[in-house]
């Protein structure tokens, strides 16, 4: 092999590598399925066997910068795909970086219909940066499941 299809092939591997945190996105179409994928999950093993699942970064609910996150409607989080030391904590009085109450925002909505998208700030688990983030919820009971996308 030749040092310039040598040059070429790690070029391009680098091109690929490089573009490769921007195509790891989710979409928003992906957020609303692992959310209705969740709600089956709770629907079908029960809240206390599926929040364990939910919470398990090397689970079915996360996938890179994509979780699941259920809340009970008084701000409480009950399951978290990306950190679990959120799980348990009375979460109403969170603020994003420009001040916004998103947690009690997201928790109204959720207690006046069944589905809805939310914008906020939050960091991105997998760059690590604070960025516009648009959350899915559905409510199930007295809960808010929910996924969001870090837009772009």
Same mark, same amino acid.
């Given at each position: 092999?030749? @040092?310039?299809?040598?040059?070429?092939?790690?070029? %391009? #591997?680098?091109?690929?590598?490089?573009?490769?945190?921007?195509?790891?996105? #989710? =979409?928003?179409?992906? &957020?609303? #399925?692992?959310v209705k994928k969740a709600v089956e999950a709770i629907? #079908? /093993?029960?809240?206390?066997?599926?929040? !364990?699942?939910? =919470? /398990?970064?090397?689970?079915?609910?996360?996938?890179?910068? *994509?979780?699941?996150? !259920? $809340?009970? *409607?008084?701000?409480?989080?009950? %399951? @978290?795909? %990306?950190? &679990?030391?959120?799980?348990?904590?009375?979460?109403?009085?969170?603020? /994003?970086?420009?001040? +916004?109450? $998103?947690?009690?925002?997201?928790?109204?909505? %959720?207690?006046?219909?069944? =589905?809805?998208?939310? /914008?906020?700030?939050?960091?991105?688990?997998?760059?690590? +940066?604070?960025?516009?983030?648009?959350?899915?919820?559905?409510?199930?009971?007295?809960?808010?499941?929910?996924?969001?996308? $870090?837009?772009?």
């Open positions: 092999m030749s @040092h310039k299809m040598i040059a070429v092939g790690a070029a %391009a #591997a680098a091109l690929a590598f490089a573009a490769a945190p921007a195509l790891a996105g #989710a =979409s928003k179409d992906d &957020a609303v #399925a692992m629907k #079908a /093993d029960g809240a206390e066997k599926a929040y !364990v699942v939910i =919470s /398990d970064k090397a689970g079915p609910f996360v996938k890179d910068d *994509l979780y699941v996150v !259920v $809340y009970q *409607l008084d701000g409480k989080v009950l %399951a @978290h795909g %990306a950190n &679990a030391k959120f799980i348990g904590k009375d979460m109403i009085d969170a603020q /994003d970086v420009d001040g +916004k109450l $998103y947690v009690k925002e997201r928790v109204e909505m %959720a207690a006046k219909q069944p =589905s809805f998208w939310q /914008d906020y700030k939050f960091v991105n688990p997998v760059s690590k +940066k604070v960025e516009p983030k648009e959350m899915y919820c559905e409510r199930l009971d007295n809960t808010a499941v929910c996924a969001g996308v $870090y837009k772009l």
